[in-house]
């Protein structure tokens, strides 16, 4: 990104305005509007990281005087657009004097309007967490302490404080810095008790006036598209707020890989990645404590889950390593680091711990999921599939765990759909087609009831979300719209199959049901995008299932919080997991944020994760002669409706 300081000082840079969010500010001549948007806090739709690829970024260039910011705009001061953009501006239906964010670059001042379908709604977010029983052993104690006078002069406060701790059968050989410069005003101002909170044994990291009951600590899971913290008491494990917000990185692109490219390929790209990480869970900490009349610097200790990716982010290595063959992390150990280290706006005292890495793209976020999941206990052979932008996958029991992870992100987050988005209000996320009408019904995000039952005027439908994707495709191929290879019907003829392009495409929902005014649309390049990622996944399983040495499986737990979503039926159709009964296919949300709060109450989860990543045997997929072939056979929808009578009966249940 171009910055000021590096504009030659006889340049004049340019003043860029967004709209409607009124931000604006100068950037130097030849930045991109992407790049103009990052600089100035712009929020654009950019589902491909800037690379040029998705045609998501939309906006328009107004022309005139605009004497409130000082400013002529107009179409000149942009690039022109090249052969590139003009094919996918064309390929998105895009309006006319529409331009793409990430390839027009800033020639002059221009005022940019941000089109409604590229504008970045807020994600509504799943990733709860139910309160578990657990084990309370954290690794931070609190030590509430009396002194009475100093007796002799040969001493010190430290010391002093030291000798108490030991008396009262705990450990601690130092003090941190922050706690030694608080502890003469503690001692004056408490008359000699104070309450000491020492982590692992080791170091006092806080002191504070009185006797306190009180600890907190933090538990992140990083996803690549959702970060989700859990507030816990460390005394008793209560479980006392929880927070979520989108990950800021999506700005960046919305898959790992190409969040690699960014941090390995731009300027300062991974510290920037890692800087808005930080700022996003340092908002979290506070939006979690003031929900209980906390505030962040209450927080002593915080436990960290996250894909490899994310994992390496977080801590400001680049993570280049994990974007070629064979695919090497920097680091696979456990991390603990002072939180302030990070960047983290907590208790100048506050430890973090990062939970290990398996191997390659497996990640903590997958060591979380065995926490809390607990399969290595069980005699059952159990499938567990952590269904995100990365999907994450387990297969064993208490003799044996196998483990493997597959590129299922982009399609089901959005990219590479036509009208994808991510979960947000307005995005379709449940669909019905009944099978003799054709006709689609839905349900969208912020709104509780189906489509059927609204006025179209009162539909606001933005798009499609992953469940919705999902849902779209398998009833697509239940009422026969389309065949078991993933193709439109050549001999279907009906209103609602239409060619864009030249290209065959189903009217979901029409204009009068869009909040763009323009039709909502499954292309045949959608349908191939969800094979490709459900193809992924699906291969990924086989391949653990054959090196396990079992042909099917009587046990599926899809975690995550797209494996929340997803309708497991459907999933199942179109061969997204295996066949299993379906009483015996249970989601249970945010796994590795549960095992990311294990982790934080009990010291032992912490030891037991670092057993469970080195014994855990991960199998790389991608390097096995026959996965293409094997690859190509999973693309295919494998089930008729003699296996879901229910889904062609044509009564479009919404269950």
Known sequence: MAKLSSIDPYIQPCKVVFQPSGRSGVVAPGASLLEAAHQLGESIVSVC????????????????????????????????PDADEERLLIQQGAPTAARLACRAQVLGDVLITVLPESQAQPQVVYKTLEQQMRQIDP???????????????????QERVLSAIREASEKAGAFDYAALQALPEVLREGGGALTATIWNRSRVIRVQQGHQTRALGLAVDIGSTTLAAYLCDLENGELLATAAATNPQVAYGDDIMSRISYAAEQPQGCERLHKVLIA??????????????????????????????????LLNLNPDSLGHLPFLPVLRDPVDVRA??????????????????????????????????????????????????????ILGNRSR??????????????????????????????????????????????????????????IHARGLCGSGIIEAVAEMFAAGIITASGRFDPTLHHPRLIRINGKQAFILAGSAQ??????????????????????ALYTGVRYLMQEYGVESVSHIVLAGAFGSLIDKK????????????????????????????????????????IRLASWTEHVSISLKADFQERFADALAFPHACDLFPHIREGSCDAD
Do not use: Y
């Open 49 to 80: 990281g800037g690379q040029g690829s998705c045609g998501k970024c939309l906006v328009r260039v107004e022309e005139g005087v605009f004497a409130k910011h000082g400013i002529r705009s107009t179409a000149a001061h942009l690039s022109p």
């Open 139 to 157: 690794a931070i104690q609190l030590v509430r302490l009396s002194l009475g006078k100093p007796q002799a002069c040969n001493s010190s406060q």
């Open 280 to 313: 996003a869970i340092n908002g979290l900490a506070k939006q979690g404590t003031a929900e209980i009349g906390a505030v962040p610097a209450d927080i002593v200790d915080a436990v960290f889950v996250g894909n490899s990716v994310m994992h390496h982010l």
């Open 340 to 393: 302030v280290d990070l960047g983290l706006s907590l208790n100048p005292g506050a430890q973090a711990h990062v939970l290990p890495l398996v191997a390659g793209f497996v990640g903590a976020d997958a060591v979380g999921v065995l926490l809390a999941e607990a399969p290595h206990v069980q005699d059952e052979v159990t499938l567990l599939i952590d269904v995100g932008t990365n999907g994450e996958i």
């Open 401 to 458: 765990l196998l483990c493997t992870s597959a590129a299922t992100g982009p399609a089901l987050e959005g990219a590479q759909i036509t009208h994808g988005m991510r979960a947000a209000a307005g995005a379709i996320e449940r669909v019905r087609i009944d099978s003799t009408t054709l006709e689609p019904r839905f349900r969208v995000i912020g709104q509780a009831v189906w489509s059927d039952a609204l006025a179209p005027a009162d």
């Open 514 to 535: 869009s909040a763009t005014g323009k039709p909502i649309v499954i292309t045949q390049s959608d349908l191939r995008a969800v094979q490709l990622a459900k193809a």
């Open 570 to 609: 459907r999933a199942m159709m179109i061969g997204m997991i295996p066949d299993c009964d379906l009483g015996r296919v249970v989601s249970v949300g945010n796994a590795a944020g549960a095992g990311a709060c294990a982790a934080l109450l009990n010291r032992e989860q912490r030891q037991e994760a």
